[in-house]
């Protein structure tokens, strides 16, 4: 017997509730990101509040704003009532997950929480909940029914909250001029870190590992080459030295399919002229993207002048734990 028709109904029921909350968007979203653009304008931070399982999803949603430049704290309603309430200011802005809006633990924070000046946005599925009636702006995330066959366990209303989180999240970045180089400041480690950080010239293969030849030698000649600098793929370069094509094991084997005197023809014949190449001061995430877009094994590192000074090998970018 087998169990995937269970978890494709799982998935189109939560697709289904993601759809749901889509459809329920409407000016409320805009008024919460105006809030939260004030708030980060002031340099005061998020707090984002929840528990149970809203909590974990709560957490998640704080760690995102974060790593995306927004100043953002997680905080348990029942620590925050036995000390951790220490983390709130005046200006800040929370936002509240609570599916039902009446969560025991969440109302008994609303009192403390209305003794500082901070505005209350609240992801509930319930916009007539005690949480929502005293909500500044309220998120309405109520999904036709959980994935749970019982429909108890919070499941599709979970994931909606955590999408409906991205949603503000990425919508604030964009909103802030958020940019790639701001990106990687935040994430210093990890592959992340690595990509956004690594320039080509740090991680390329130079000297003989990176085989060039002029345009004038035989196929054979080009392969020796090849072989010595273990590469599959080798730079051509015309009488000045510049970059004017490549030659790759691909390019030997279509070739060779139709012509018997291929090793001694001339490389310029049957080079692919105007290679794709990248600058030796590009980031390496630069790279991914074009190994990505072009389905290419090796990409060529050029200077100023388009000299190739170095070879990137895709089989190297999970050894340097860039992919």
């Known amino acids: 017997m087998s169990h995937v028709p269970i978890a494709r109904a799982v998935f189109d029921l ?11 968007l409407d000016t409320a979203f805009d008024r919460a990101i105006a809030l939260i653009l004030e708030t980060l304008r002031r340099r005061a931070k998020l707090v984002v509040v929840g528990i149970g399982k809203s909590g974990h999803i ?20 029942v620590d925050a009532l036995h000390g951790d309430l220490g983390v709130v ?12 809006g009446e969560s025991e633990e969440l109302l008994n924070l609303l009192p403390a929480l209305k003794r500082f000046t901070v505005r209350l946005v609240s992801l509930t599925g319930h916009p007539r909940s005690t949480l929502a009636r005293n909500s500044d702006v309220v998120l309405n995330v109520r999904v036709p029914r959980e994935a749970c066959p019982f429909d108890l366990a919070p499941t599709t209303s979970t994931t909606a909250m955590l999408v409906l989180g991205d949603a503000l999240a990425m919508t604030v970045l964009r909103a802030r001029g958020f940019k790639r180089q701001d990106f990687a400041l935040r994430h210093p480690s990890g592959a992340i870190g690595r990509a956004l950080w690594l320039e080509l010239k740090d991680i390329m293969r130079t000297g003989l590992r990176n ?20 590469a599959g793929s080798v730079s051509i370069v015309n009488a000045r030295g ?3 094509g490549v030659f790759t094991d691909g390019d030997l084997r279509r070739h060779m399919a139709r012509d018997e005197h291929l090793l001694a023809r001339p490389l310029s014949r049957v080079m692919t002229r105007h290679p794709v190449c990248v600058r030796e001061n590009a980031l390496a995430s630069e790279a991914l993207k074009i190994f990505h877009e072009r389905s290419i094994d090796d990409l060529i590192v050029v200077n ?20």
């Open 242 to 244: 510049r970059l004017v």
């Open 58 to 77: 709560g957490g998640k949603i704080a760690a995102t704003l974060t790593s995306t430049g927004a100043t953002t704290v997680s905080l348990s309603p």
């Open 89 to 100: 200011n005046d200006g800040d802005l929370v936002l509240a997950l609570s599916y039902s």
């Open 14 to 24: 939560e697709l289904a509730g993601v759809r749901a909350v889509r459809d329920q």
């Open 211 to 230: 085989p060039v030849v002029p345009a004038t030698v035989t196929v054979k000649e080009a392969l020796l080459v090849m072989t010595r600098a273990k």
């Open 304 to 323: 100023a002048r388009r000299e190739p000074v170095g070879l990137v090998d895709s089989q190297d970018l999970p050894k340097l734990k860039l992919m």
